[in-house]
């Protein structure tokens, strides 16, 4: 198959020799991952890097003429909140591609609306009140605090920190005020989930859906107070903050039969309520009481190898190479499916 693997970098004018260069230099980027993971199986591959300027794409996308386009695009000209825009063009130009579509993305990335997508279709999640820049904390807010402030529309844990957890009004309108002139967006406030942080890696489509085993963050409780438990950017992506308070991610302590049953059928649920495709991962916590609520979704997940997702493929019997090459079948089966 010719699959032309399409990715945002920061490179203006490289062309498929560069990055082959970056490949053979051993530089880390999930995009040439895939790429060698795609390569190992056969397929003719080519590698197209995004900036500012989509004309270059259209034409490369043309000259190779591709089967299936790979998309590993997470941002556009440095804007993630822009990442719909890549697939919006395939598209629009009639090209067959991995991953979700612009409106699942637009979805997933704005907590609020994904929410009320989840919560219509029966499934448990926190109790919210967004704020627009300018708009004011009320006095008689209707929700349980302690809450979490976050940014309405950012990923990778940007903007979450200790400090977003809130225990009173004065509280919540200083982090409310933070957000908006931090990240020139709206804020939400979500009641804390007191629980275990599990992700739940999918993938397939429709009715053939296989959930992966399921990953967990623990903090060591000697280290960390329960308000701190929350998946923060520091708690996510700084090693030696995670060292020092005893964070790791690891596969998920035994939870009982009734409560992954009730996680399997949610999660399914949940994954094609917000039209999901060939692969994501969701957000949840699981209560001491085996609720589980749903924090939000990841239309386009983090896939590099020796991260979460890969390693959830992996210890489900997928190499990379074949984990990376499942999302590609998935896909093409997808296609070959539509009337």
Request: proline fraction near 6%; glycine fraction near 6%; include cysteine.
């Amino acid at each position: 198959m010719k699959v032309a693997v399409v990715f945002d970098t920061p490179h203006a004018g490289w062309d498929d020799a560069d990055f082959r260069r970056e490949m053979a230099a051993h530089v880390e980027e999930a995009e040439y991952e895939v790429a060698g993971a795609l390569l190992a199986r056969g397929h003719e591959v080519v590698l197209i890097g995004v900036q500012a300027d989509l004309e270059p794409l259209i034409h490369r996308l043309r000259e190779f003429g591709p089967d299936m386009v790979f998309n590993c695009a997470e941002s556009f000209n440095g804007d993630p909140g822009l990442d719909f825009l890549l697939p919006g063009l395939l598209e629009a130009q009639g090209y067959r591609y991995t991953g979700s579509p612009p409106l699942a993305l637009l979805t997933t990335r704005n907590k609020a609306m994904s929410k009320k997508v989840l919560a219509y279709h029966g499934i448990s999640v926190p109790g919210f009140r967004t704020y627009r820049p300018g708009e004011q904390v009320e006095r008689d807010l209707d929700l349980a605090f302690p809450l979490i402030v976050k940014p309405l529309a950012e990923d990778a844990s940007i903007g979450i920190s200790n400090a977003s957890v809130v225990s009173d009004l004065a509280a919540l309108a200083e982090r409310v005020t933070f957000v908006h002139e931090r990240f020139q967006q709206p804020a939400i406030a979500e009641e804390f989930v007191d629980g275990r942080e599990l992700y739940v890696s999918i993938l397939g489509n429709g009715e053939r859906l296989e959930l992966l085993p399921l990953v967990e963050m623990v903090w060591d409780k000697s280290k960390t107070r329960p308000e701190e438990r929350i998946a923060s950017r520091l708690a996510k992506w700084d090693t030696d903050y995670r060292a020092r308070k005893g964070i790791r991610n690891v596969f998920a302590r035994p939870i009982s039969r009734p409560a992954r049953e009730r996680l399997a059928a949610i999660c399914s649920t949940a994954y094609r309520a917000l039209w999901l495709r060939d692969y994501a991962r969701l957000d949840v916590r699981l209560t001491p009481d085996g609720d589980v609520r749903v924090i939000e979704a990841n239309a386009n997940p983090f896939i590099s190898d020796g991260h979460d997702m890969a390693n959830a493929a992996e210890k489900a019997g997928m190499r990379y190479e074949a984990f990376v090459n499942r999302i590609v079948d998935e896909a093409a089966r997808r296609y070959e499916q539509q009337p």
